[in-house]
């Protein structure tokens, strides 16, 4: 069989992209509040101030925040044994730098926790999927300064004893790896990790290396603490990954590609090697950027080793060769490959992708992996009360098999599936309900108009099967 039998099947979600009620229980105000719906061919806005007129996704999410109940329930019918939430920062701690913590956010995802555990659903709580509380932005700058890890680590320590009792896996940071002092970057990229905007930047490089080395000492620091208070805690770091290929065999397009699939790893490099990369620390060096780290950093790279990789894989692109040639943009720099189909969202669909990927990471590290998000955003019709979404099916079933070919056949030690958004929710980079990942359809529109009903898809019933013969029937 190439699935354990204990496999976690299910599902992830982010509290930014599907709670709502951005202003009960008393909730502060995240970064992702203050961003607008856009679309495919428009950005989304970023407001220094809730505009009115304007539209913030965040504030309705699906309001999962008052259906919780019903959609775990719905889960668990589809055989769900993990579901990977996410604690939005500013529900514990609505300004981030308190020293207490707001009861009513740990009571709401205490019930949560125990509606999953009721149901025999694993809750794998990240602990910063893009949720900022947005004071911390104007107060302190965000990740470039270092008092932030501290208040990261009072909310860690805080959500970890509290939650001691009913939580075994943590993920310390969602994608912290888009923060990429080599390359240029997007502003919603760059907002979405730090509440910051690229073209805003005093300088560029420097901020974003801090940044990036900030936030990686505060995950091993987050994964130190968090085996302190429990050894028996999981403690992982969750990275967005899509292999580069080479454009051709030009070695010289071939080192290029290398080059930039690289700049994915130096964090990874730095949470499973016991320390921040040494040729990380020679191109800061060479480029005279102060990182402010001090040498007490060195014990917690040395100490703080994840437990586990998280992978969230969507598409695959290919490198920009080193002279120019016209090519039609992927979403993260380099060219889309013309040997693969693409998405509504110009994702390209690549299943062989993720098992290369998963080889990869496990070569490079030999720590189990978890797929923490994979899934085809689509536009579905409603038709009869369901969704006929054989797109979505034949995506996943062959990133699956993809998946299973990479455990049965290339050993590589993976001990879950999640799927992304196994419920509609608002999309992180266009802020739209029309791009869907769902196994449940939820009755919202772009424009916030909708019942909020839940309905059931064919890929419900396609999912249902899959975990209930453990990924045989794919
Ligand atoms: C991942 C993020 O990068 O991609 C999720 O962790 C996000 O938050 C997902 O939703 C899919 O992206 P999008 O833009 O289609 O929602």
């Known amino acids: 069989m190439a699935f354990t039998k204990d496999f976690f099947w299910g599902g992830s979600i982010a509290a930014h992209q599907c709670e709502g009620a951005w ?52 889960f668990a019918e589809m055989g769900f044994t993990a579901l990977r939430i996410s604690i939005d920062w500013s529900r514990i701690f609505p300004k981030g730098d308190e020293q207490a913590p707001n009861q009513a956010g740990l009571d709401f995802y205490d019930s949560v926790i125990d509606e999953l ?39 860690c320590e805080t959500v970890m004893k509290f939650y001691d009792s009913k939580v075994r896996y943590w993920v310390t940071f969602n994608e912290m790896n888009h923060i990429d002092p080599q390359s240029e970057q997007s502003d919603i990229f760059t907002y979405l990790i730090a509440g ?4 805003e930047m005093e300088k560029q490089i420097e901020e974003l290396a801090k940044i990036g080395y900030n936030m990686t000492l505060a995950s091993v620091k987050a994964v130190r603490l968090g085996h302190e208070i429990n050894p028996e805690n999981k403690i992982g770091c969750v990275f967005g990954l899509n292999p580069i290929y080479s454009y051709d065999c030009q070695p010289d397009n071939v080192l290029k590609a290398f080059l930039d699939n690289d700049r994915d790893y130096y964090q990874i490099d730095a949470m499973c090697k016991g320390r921040f990369p040494k040729y990380k620390m020679k191109q800061y060096e060479v480029l005279k950027l102060d990182l402010e780290n001090q040498a007490s950093d060195e014990e917690d790279f040395r100490e703080g080793s994840i437990d586990f990789i998280g992978l969230n894989y ?7 060769p080193v002279t120019s040639v016209a090519g039609e943009a992927a979403l993260f720099g380099g060219l889309q490959n013309p040997h693969l189909e ?28 978890i797929i923490t998000e994979n899934g085809l955003g689509a536009v579905d019709q409603v038709e009869a009360g369901t969704v006929h979404d054989d797109y979505r099916i034949d995506y996943l079933q062959k990133h699956m098999k993809a998946v299973k070919q990479a455990v049965e056949e290339d050993f590589v030690e993976c001990f879950g599936f999640l799927t992304w958004g196994p419920i509609d929710l608002v999309s992180a980079t266009t802020g739209e309900m029309s791009k869907r990942y769902g196994f449940i359809y939820v009755d919202l529109d772009n424009e916030g108009q909708g019942s909020l009903e839940r309905l059931k898809k064919d890929s419900f019933y396609w999912y249902q099967e899959t975990i209930a013969t453990n990924g045989e029937s794919l």
């Not at 910051?196 to 073209?199: A, I, Q």
């Open 23 to 74: 202003q009960e229980g008393d909730k502060g105000p995240a970064i992702m509040d203050f961003v607008t719906k856009g679309s495919n061919h428009e950005p989304r806005q970023i407001t220094s101030q809730i505009e009115e007129g304007l539209d913030y996704p965040s504030h309705v999410g699906i309001d999962f925040y008052h259906h919780y109940k019903k959609d775990i329930a719905l």
């Open 117 to 155: 555990l009721a149901h025999g659903i694993e809750p794998i709580v990240t602990l910063y999927h893009f949720e900022l509380p947005i004071h911390l932005v104007h107060q302190c700058g965000s990740w470039k300064n270092r008092q932030v890890i501290d208040f990261y680590l009072h909310y």
């Open 196 to 199: 910051l905007k690229y073209s």
């Open 314 to 320: 969507y598409m695959s692109s290919i490198s920009k």
């Open 342 to 369: 693409q998405s509504k969202w110009g994702w390209g669909i690549d299943p062989v992708g993720i098992r290369y990927v998963l080889n990869y990471l496990y070569r490079k590290y030999e720590l189990p992996i």
